[in-house]
């Protein structure tokens, strides 16, 4: 998910190539990271530092390429916070909708209709257990980056006619 504001960023760290809408590996199922170990921790890492420089709240594996069910988020002035495997327990039956981006789709600002709370289990980058309650953005960040794992982008969440209007547009902007 993109962010409006700055964040600043140390130089020296890895920073992986955010795929963009048209990709097919945004469309695939990502698959359950078989082992948490020093190289998902290299990965979230990575994943942290393309997220700061991109100027986002989320980012998901399937956004650099990697298949795999692992995503971070960071909001506003909470902590960093990172899914690794997460199953999304529970969402509230209250909605609200909110304007949303994504690093993946740029460019592009809707206003999209989810739950506003939900409760999601997940691992961490030293392979502990936790699960979450979260609502406001910090539900809205984490459900659309759950989503990236499925192969849903939160364009496939807005009526038929506005997607095919978004999408008309970004074609437009491609072929100029």
Known sequence: M???TKRETAENR?????VTLGNDVLRQKASP???????????VEALLHTLYVGKGVGLAGPQVGLLQR??????????PRVFINPSL???SEETVKYEEGCLSIPGVWVQVLRPKALRIHAWNEKGRSFTQDADGI????ILHEYDHLEGTLFIDRLSETKRNRILAKIEKQQRA
């Open 2 to 4: 993109a962010h409006k």
């Open 14 to 18: 890895e920073t992986l190539e955010i």
């Open 33 to 43: 990271v078989a082992k948490i170990n020093a190289e998902t921790a290299r990965i």
């Open 70 to 79: 692992i995503f971070v988020v960071h909001v506003d002035k909470d902590i």
């Open 89 to 91: 327990l529970e969402t």
């Open 138 to 141: 910090l539900a809205r960040v």
